[in-house]
Nanobody, 123 residues
Framework: QVQLVESGGGSVQAGESLRLSCAVV????????VTWFRQPPGKQRDLVATITFGGSTDYADFVKGRFTISRDNDKNMMFLQMNNLQPDDTAVYYC?????????????????WGQGTQVTVSA
């Protein structure tokens, strides 16, 4: 069994920073592409940033220059550094990972979601 455990959310003022973490724990062989999504209140879930196993990154236009996605492959940890936060960044943030999970049938590719962490930014 594999779980994605998120942490680092909170309430901040506009212009401040937060760093989200996502730990992939359990029967993990490897973690491939990881993506952070966010879902503002009453709106759809949107892609924020993605990072491959090799470290290639991509960002939604609305966070370019402010957010940085990174990872520590040795620890199966992923991060989202969020700077200059604005009220429009208020949302529940989720990590999503493509995981090679160790099973009794060998390694199996599966997709997992974290439980979500709330980020609230006030003006």
């Amino acid at each position: 069994q594999v779980q994605l455990v998120e942490s680092g959310g909170g309430s901040v003022q506009a212009g401040e920073s937060l760093r989200l973490s996502c730990a992939v724990v359990g029967s993990v062989d490897s973690v491939n592409t990881v993506t952070w999504f966010r879902q503002p209140p009453g709106k759809q879930r949107d892609l924020v940033a993605t990072i491959t196993f090799g470290g290639s990154t991509d960002y939604a236009d609305f966070v370019k220059g402010r957010f940085t996605i990174s990872r520590d492959n040795d620890k199966n940890m992923m991060f989202l550094q969020m700077n200059n936060l604005q009220p429009d960044d208020t949302a529940v943030y989720y990590c999503n990972a493509h995981v090679m999970e160790i099973t009794d049938k060998g390694s199996v590719s599966r997709i997992y979601w974290g439980q979500g962490t709330q980020v609230t930014v006030s003006a």
